[in-house]
């Protein structure tokens, strides 16, 4: 994925800068823009937006079971990305009806 993660995204990180909030943004902003313009093609980093263990998701071990907690991760990625696919399973917490169409359901 390029350079994940620059030894000031690092530092930054582990004194908490990153998840800094509003005082931060616009330092980190800066950072970005200086290894996109060294031709980073992406950014790897924790999340902002989410606490410390806040990324736990769920197992499926005799029923729906919450799994352990996580550090959440973000990817910035830069440019177009002809090889990356992707797709909407879900809109407004419902299935879109053209997924509806590809799956098995009563």
Excluded: N
């Excluded at 399973?89 to 359901?105: D, T």
């Amino acid at each position: 994925m390029g350079r994940r993660v620059s030894e000031w995204f690092y530092r930054c990180y582990r004194s908490a800068r990153l998840r800094g909030g509003i005082p931060t943004y616009v330092e980190c902003r800066k950072e970005a823009r200086r290894l996109r313009d060294q031709g980073a093609g992406a950014l790897q980093a924790p999340s902002a937006a989410l606490v410390a263990g806040g990324a736990r998701g769920w197992r499926v071990a005799g029923g729906l079971r919450p799994a352990a907690d996580r550090d959440g991760q973000i990817f910035a990625v830069f440019g177009p990305r002809a090889d990356f696919v992707g797709w909407i399973a879900a809109f407004a917490a419902r299935p879109r009806e053209e997924v509806l169409s590809r799956v098995h359901h009563p």
